[in-house]
C-alpha cells in the first residue's frame, strides 16, 4: 500500500484480529439476555471501531514510534470502553440509553465509576488487555492481513447497515451525536417570577395533633399510575378502600431527585446524576418533613434492602436506618444481588419483619421505605414476577402481619412511586410523569380526588389526612426533568393538559400548547433561584 509500511504492524494487526475473538465470545454470552438483531448491530460496529487504532497506526507508519503510541493508546481507550459498555449492555438497552461520552463531565463519569465498575471488573480488564497483548506478541505464526479490500468492504456495509438500525457503542453514538450544547446559559431570565408550584414551605415546627400514631409510607421503584390501575389483586381492594389522587406527578426521573422533591417540598431542576454538587449543596441544611415529625416525638426509620441506601438516609437525620448489613436472610423464597459496583441489595421483603418490628416497638413511628425491586431489570429478570405485582403481594402480606398484630388501628398507610419510566420514549409522554398516589386508614372515607399536584404538594396533602391542616389547593403546572442515563429532557404539564417536553442537546421538542422558548427561560430563572440556597 505505497508509503504504508504494515510490515511493521504485524503484532497490532493480531492483536486486533485477537480482540475481535475476545468479543465474539462475549456477544455469544449476550444472546441470552437480548435480542440476536441487536447483538449483532453493536458486533459490527464493534469491530468497526476496533479497527480504528489500526488505520491511525497505518497511516502514521512512517513513523514507526509515533505509530505505535497512536495505536496502543487508542487500543487502551477503545477496549475499555467496549468492555464497560458490553458489561452494561443488558441495562442499557432495558432502559433505552445511549451513551454520549461528549456528554459525560467529571461527576458523572466518578459516580458511574462508583456505582458500576467494582474492583473485579477492573481486575478483569487488566488481565484481559495484558492476555491480549502478551499473545499478539508471542503467536507469531499467524500473521493477519486485516487491510484485504473484501474485508474492509463488508464490515464497512455492514457498519452502515448496524448503524442505520440503531447506534449502540457508544463511541459511534457520540461521534453522531457530536458535543452537546447547554441551551440555558444564554437565556434571558424573566422577571418577577413566582416559584410557590416548584417550592412549598415545611413549618417543621408545626404540631402534630393527630390520631395516627403511625404513619407509614411505601415508595414503588417505577410505576406509573397506568401501571398501578392496570394490577388487579390486593391493589384492586386497595384502591376501593383508599383515597386515591389520580392526577398526581413526579417531577424527576430519578430516584434521588424525586425523594429530595417529595421529602423536602422542592423541585430539583437538574439531573440526578452529573449535577449531584450543585443540588446537594443547595439542599445543605434545609429542612424536610422527617424534622417535623421528629419534633414531634415520632421515631424516624428509613428502609432500604441494600448495603449502601441513596443519599437520602443520609441527608437527613433518622433516628434509624435499617438496611441490608446482614447476610443472613431467614426467608427461603428471598433473593439477593450483587449489583454494578459490587453492592449487596436483596429484595424488599428481606426488611419486612424489621418493619413490622419497628412498627410495633414504637409508640410514634413515621417509617419510609423505599422499593428497590424492579429498580436494576436483573432483579425482575432472575425472580421472574413483575414489578408491581411484586409491590401488589408485599402490601397484601403488611397488611395481614399488621393486622395479625392489630396494629391496624391508628396507622396511616400512603403508597406512592418514585418517578416512571427512565426510557427514552416515554420520557416525551406526559403519561409518564403521572403516578399513584393513595392514602388508606380504617377511618378514611374512600374515593378519588383529580386535584392536579405534584411531590412538592406531597408534605402538605400527608398533613391533610393526618387531620392537622386544610388541602392544599391543587397546582396549575409543573416542572420536570428527565433520567441522568440520557440527554437531559425538560419539561412542562399544566392542569389543562398542555405539555412541552425538549431534549435540549438536540433541540428534540414534542409540545401541545407551550410557549417552548419562554418555558426553557422560566425554567433557567428557577435554576438560578435554586443556586441561591447556597448561600442562605
Not at 416497638?361 to 414476577?385: A, C, R, S, T, W
Not at 403521572?434 to 392514602?439: G, H, K, R, T
Request: aromatic share 14%.
Amino acid at each position: 500500500m505505497g508509503v504504508f509500511k504494515l510490515e511493521s504492524l504485524e503484532s497490532e494487526q493480531r492483536l486486533i484480529l485477537f480482540t475481535i475473538f475476545y468479543f465474539t465470545i462475549v456477544k455469544i454470552t449476550l444472546l441470552f439476555s437480548t435480542k440476536i438483531l441487536t447483538v449483532a448491530a453493536t458486533y459490527v460496529q464493534d469491530c468497526f471501531t476496533l479497527m480504528v487504532p489500526l488505520v491511525i497506526a497505518m497511516l502514521l507508519s512512517r513513523w514507526k514510534i509515533v505509530s505505535k503510541i497512536a495505536f496502543y493508546a487508542l487500543y487502551l481507550i477503545i477496549f475499555i470502553i467496549t468492555f464497560v459498555y458490553n458489561n452494561l449492555l443488558s441495562e442499557l438497552l432495558q432502559f433505552d440509553v445511549k451513551v454520549n461520552i461528549f456528554n459525560v463531565g467529571w461527576e458523572s463519569a466518578n459516580h458511574f465509576f462508583n456505582m458500576f465498575i467494582s474492583r473485579s471488573t477492573i481486575a478483569i480488564i487488566f488481565f484481559s488487555i495484558v492476555g491480549l497483548v502478551s499473545a499478539s506478541v508471542f503467536i507469531t505464526k499467524i500473521k493477519p492481513s486485516l487491510f484485504n479490500k473484501k474485508i474492509l468492504v463488508v464490515l464497512g456495509v455492514l457498519f452502515i447497515i448496524s448503524v442505520v438500525y440503531q447506534p449502540l457503542n457508544p463511541l459511534v453514538h457520540s461521534i453522531m451525536k457530536g458535543s452537546p450544547e447547554n441551551s440555558l446559559n444564554d437565556l434571558e431570565p424573566v422577571e418577577n417570577m413566582s416559584f410557590d408550584f416548584l417550592e412549598k414551605d415545611i413549618d417543621v415546627e408545626m404540631k402534630l395533633e393527630t390520631e395516627y400514631d403511625r404513619v407509614l409510607v411505601f415508595v414503588m421503584e417505577t410505576v406509573t399510575q397506568d401501571d398501578f390501575q392496570n394490577e388487579s389483586g390486593f391493589f384492586k381492594t386497595l384502591r376501593t378502600e383508599s383515597v386515591q389522587y389520580t392526577n398526581y406527578h413526579t417531577l424527576n426521573l430519578d430516584s434521588l431527585t424525586s425523594l429530595i422533591s417529595l421529602l423536602y417540598s422542592k423541585f430539583v431542576p437538574y439531573k440526578a446524576y452529573g449535577t449531584k454538587a450543585t443540588y446537594m449543596e443547595a439542599m445543605k441544611n434545609k429542612e424536610s418533613i422527617v424534622e417535623m415529625f421528629e419534633n414531634n416525638n415520632f421515631t424516624t426509620v428509613f428502609v432500604a434492602s441494600e448495603e449502601r441506601p441513596c443519599e437520602i438516609s443520609r441527608m437527613i437525620n433518622w433516628s434509624h436506618v435499617i438496611k441490608e448489613e446482614n447476610y443472613s436472610i431467614t426467608r427461603q423464597d428471598v433473593m439477593c444481588f450483587i449489583e454494578r459496583g459490587g453492592q449487596r441489595s436483596c429484595e424488599d421483603i428481606s426488611l419486612l419483619d424489621e418493619v413490622v418490628e419497628n412498627v410495633e416497638k414504637n409508640d410514634k413511628i413515621f417509617l419510609f421505605q423505599e422499593f428497590l425491586y424492579g429498580h436494576y431489570p436483573g432483579n425482575v429478570y432472575e425472580k421472574g414476577i413483575p414489578h408491581v405485582k411484586y409491590y401488589n403481594d408485599y402490601m397484601e402480606e403488611l397488611f395481614n402481619r399488621l393486622e395479625e398484630k392489630e396494629l391496624l388501628d391508628d396507622t396511616l398507610i400512603i403508597l406512592v412511586s418514585d418517578h416512571g419510566s427512565r426510557e427514552e420514549g416515554p420520557q416525551f409522554e406526559k403519561s409518564n410523569y403521572n403516578l399513584p398516589l393513595l392514602f388508606w386508614a380504617k377511618d378514611v372515607s374512600s374515593g378519588v380526588d383529580t386535584g392536579f399536584y405534584s411531590q412538592v404538594d406531597f408534605n402538605n396533602i400527608l398533613l391533610h389526612h393526618m387531620g392537622v391542616s386544610e388541602k392544599p389547593s391543587p397546582s396549575k403546572e409543573i416542572f420536570t426533568v428527565g433520567t441522568s442515563t440520557q440527554n437531559v429532557v425538560y419539561g412542562t404539564i399544566t392542569s389543562d393538559g398542555s405539555y412541552a417536553f425538549i431534549e435540549t442537546d438536540s433541540m428534540r421538542v414534542k409540545s401541545e400548547g407551550i410557549d417552548t422558548d419562554y418555558f426553557l427561560r422560566r425554567l433557567k430563572t428557577y435554576q438560578d433561584h435554586f443556586e441561591e440556597y447556597k448561600m442562605r
